[in-house]
């Protein structure tokens, strides 16, 4: 998606991770932009999916699960599988603008204004120059715009998409920017950056929606009940819930949607929409199991994403109007089925224990402290996984609690790490280490111009692409 040779493409976007970014929507020459000129505008509604840290081996963990344990493939390994629906698949460099290795913040702001900035901004360069991101775009054009994420609403990705801070953690700042810009929907966690007893400044957020004529709903069971124009769902103080651990848990599947119920009920509230809309999907906690070497919550999350993936190409059917993205923004531990046993016959039915699993690996620790003992930790994770780790196993990680464990590889001393390790050994499923990796990323897209695209895309086109797509580029400068 460049008007240079695939040399000079990689050349540039090197220089561009040493700080020497290109100008977006300034004159430049895009080869891409030209070649999209005749669908220029046919995108009336863009859908645009998030599974954050999915590294390639979690994308085939989840497909492999889901065929093991449920009988079918995931949605979108059905799609690269299928001839009846028209769909670009290529791969993404997600370089930030200081590294080659992204963090959220700034690979959600490649795509939200086009630009590459340093890890841990959203959409503010170093010289403190602010990016108007695509939210505001589509919303000064007269699109519905909204957010829906596994994570708090106020987390990198889908600030990446609507808001401007020089430090990601400015969390309660990005939510009174939501306030201030009146998105359509918002939809995930992150209730303690709207309640005035957990916000530094003691304003009451949620008011002020509702005094802008939001339905602020904060259960699940009152999503349908949904009846304005504009919608603030808020489902957990921080982050949504595992999908594991929501399962396993009454209260929690009864008060906090999936993912895909969120998809659902984004799409239904938009549907019809006269200008068309604007909606960001994130799998966010894929990224924070693969953080945590968590295999339960890892692969559950990312079905659930797949899920959500279902709704979207559902309602993206038989339309030629919708725009529908399907990606992630960094590989994080790279996980895999490793090889186990005499040629390898033993990775599969170590897998299948998964299936046995009903928390995840957060939960176990959370139980767990330097005065548990041996045998409360072989209770605690006989209980979440039905396996029975050994005695030598749970000194290891009792160790790690203690902060006497050392490994060769120091960032696996953790007790997140030492637990995913000794899982291993039951699920044949092994981690690179703790942290986002430098992968260029899977890049599926659906709808038009799809056919004018390279194989090999630098993240900051998707941007333009969206822009150009839906004939709102006048709408671009600040």
């Given at each position: 998606m460049s008007s240079f040779s695939r040399k000079d493409f990689l050349k540039s976007s090197a220089l561009a991770s040493l700080g020497i970014g290109s100008s977006v929507l300034s004159g430049k020459s895009s080869s891409l932009l030209d070649r999209i000129s005749q669908a220029k505008g046919?995108?009336?509604n863009i859908i645009f999916m998030v599974s954050d840290g999915m590294s390639s081996g979690t994308l085939t963990l989840g497909d492999l699960v889901k065929r093991r344990q449920y009988g079918e493939a995931t949605n979108w390994l059905e799609l690269y599988d299928s001839t009846e629906r028209p769909y670009h698949r290529g791969l993404m460099d997600m370089a930030s603008l200081d590294s080659p290795v992204t963090d959220s913040a700034a690979a959600a702001s490649s795509w939200g204004a086009g630009q590459r900035i340093n890890n841990g901004a959203i959409n503010m360069s170093p010289d403190g120059r602010r990016h108007k991101p695509i939210a505001e775009i589509?919303?000064?054009a007269g699109k519905k715009t909204g957010l829906v994420t596994t994570t708090r609403l106020t987390h990198a990705t889908p600030a990446g998409f609507a808001a401007n801070v020089p430090d990601r953690g400015m969390e309660d700042t990005i939510a009174m920017q939501y306030l201030q810009r009146e998105f359509d929907l918002l939809m995930g966690g992150g209730a303690r950056h709207f309640a005035p007893a957990d916000r530094d400044d003691g304003k009451d957020l949620f008011a002020g929606f509702r005094a802008k004529g939001y339905d602020v709903i904060r259960e699940k069971?009152?999503?349908p009940n949904a009846s304005r124009q504009k919608l603030l769902g808020v489902f957990s103080d921080s982050h949504l819930p595992y999908t594991i651990d929501r399962q396993n848990n009454a209260a929690l599947a009864s008060t906090v949607p999936t993912l895909?119920?969120?998809?659902?009920?984004?799409?239904?509230?938009?549907?019809?929409?006269?200008?068309?809309?604007?909606?960001?999907?994130?799998?966010?906690?894929v990224d924070h199991a693969a953080h945590?070497?968590?295999?339960?919550?890892?692969?559950?999350d990312q079905i659930e994403f797949d899920e959500a993936v279902g709704v979207a190409l559902d309602f993206a059917s038989g339309r030629e109007d919708t725009l529908l993205i399907i990606t992630t923004d960094h590989g994080n531990a790279n996980p895999a089925v490793n090889g186990t046993g005499d040629r390898y016959t033993d990775s599969g039915s170590n897998l299948d224990n998964i299936q046995q699993f009903t928390h995840s690996n957060d939960w176990?620790?959370?139980g767990l402290d330097?005065?548990?003992?041996?045998?409360?930790?072989?209770?605690?994770?006989?209980?979440?996984?039905?396996?029975?780790i050994t005695r030598q196993q749970a000194i290891m990680l009792l160790k790690s609690l203690n902060g006497e464990l050392t490994t060769v590889y120091e960032a696996k001393n953790s007790p997140k790490a030492v637990?995913?390790?000794i899982l291993a050994n039951y699920l044949s499923i092994n981690w690179l280490g703790t942290v986002h990796t430098s992968d260029y990323v899977e890049l599926a897209v659906l709808g038009p111009g799809i056919e004018q695209m390279d194989n090999f895309t630098r993240n900051t086109d998707l941007f333009e692409m969206m822009v150009a797509l839906a004939g709102v580029e006048k709408y671009a400068s600040n």
């Open positions: 046919e995108a009336k589509f919303r000064d069971a009152n999503l895909a119920e969120m998809t659902q009920t984004a799409l239904k509230q938009f549907n019809g929409a006269q200008n068309g809309f604007l909606l960001q999907v994130e799998g966010g906690r945590g070497n968590d295999a339960a919550g890892l692969i559950y176990i620790l959370s330097a005065n548990s003992s041996v045998e409360d930790i072989r209770d605690r994770v006989k209980t979440a996984t039905n396996l029975g637990l995913g390790s």
